[in-house]
T-cell receptor, first 113, second 114 residues
Framework: AQSVAQPEDQVNVAEGNPLTVKCTYS??????LFWYVQYPNRGLQFLLK??????LVKGSYGFEAEFNKSQTSFHLKKPSALVSDSALYFC???????????FGTGTQLKVEL | DGGITQSPKYLFRKEGQNVTLSCEQN?????MYWYRQDPGQGLRLIYY???????QKGDIAEGYSVSREKKESFPLTVTSAQKNPTAFYLC?????????????FGPGTRLTVL
């Protein structure tokens, strides 16, 4: 079965510290992976995606993600967290022959002063 | 959210009623999607459409119906057969040239059954 997992329901980090939101995947063929962010009662906003090429992908708002094939992971990172980064983050993988996104269950990020 | 609109933002329904959620996009995207979001479960695919007059069931299509008569519009009807319709519904669209193109999401409709 093809799936995407986010092992942490919530991540807490102090403002100014680096943050990591974890994602692991299990998909057949080449993995195409995405990160989205959701603020309360809003739609999802696209942050970045990995299709092929460099394992370090840079995205919006200073976020980046590291693709690791041996560990089947695609962790989201930011060098210095902001309070405004507090939101729900979703990892997703392309499945169904490229027609469907399969989402993880989401990780609530809380950045505190 | 820009380019994809969903209405209404909040919708209340009595049990036994059908309701239709609107999704419109002005991005000239070929593919459109409907997802349901429940707390702690992520997003689950209800229906998707890759071209006008064609659509496929997603993972949780029972109790829902869609139409795709125009490229820019993909309305979702939540029927009385859907046993637990209270949820946050999200519409998305994608340029269909390559499967790896990004899906972009609308602002969502929160449906509550009274």
């Amino acid at each position: 079965a093809q799936s995407v997992a986010q092992p942490e329901d919530q991540v807490n980090v102090a403002e100014g510290n680096p943050l990591t939101v974890k994602c692991t995947y299990s998909v057949s063929g080449n993995p195409y992976l995405f990160w989205y962010v959701q603020y309360p009662n809003r739609g999802l906003q696209f942050l970045l995606k990995y299709i092929t090429g460099d394992n370090l992908v840079k995205g919006s708002y200073g976020f980046e993600a590291e693709f690791n094939k041996s560990q089947t992971s695609f962790h989201l990172k930011k060098p210095s967290a902001l309070v405004s980064d507090s939101a729900l983050y979703f990892c997703a993988g392309l499945t169904g022959g490229g027609n469907k996104l399969t989402f993880g269950t989401g990780t609530q990020l809380k950045v505190e002063l | 959210d820009g380019g994809i609109t969903q209405s209404p933002k909040y919708l209340f329904r009595k049990e036994g009623q059908n309701v239709t959620l609107s999704c419109e996009q002005n991005l000239n995207h070929d593919a459109m999607y409907w997802y349901r979001q429940d707390p702690g479960q992520g997003l689950r695919l209800i229906y998707y459409s890759q071209i006008v007059n064609d659509f496929q069931k997603g993972d949780i299509a029972e109790g829902y119906s869609v139409s795709r008569e125009k490229k820019e519009s993909f309305p979702l009807t939540v029927t009385s057969a859907q046993k637990n319709p209270t949820a946050f519904y999200l519409c998305a669209s994608r340029v269909s040239g390559a499967s790896t193109d990004t899906q972009y999401f609308g602002p969502g409709t929160r449906l509550t059954v009274l």
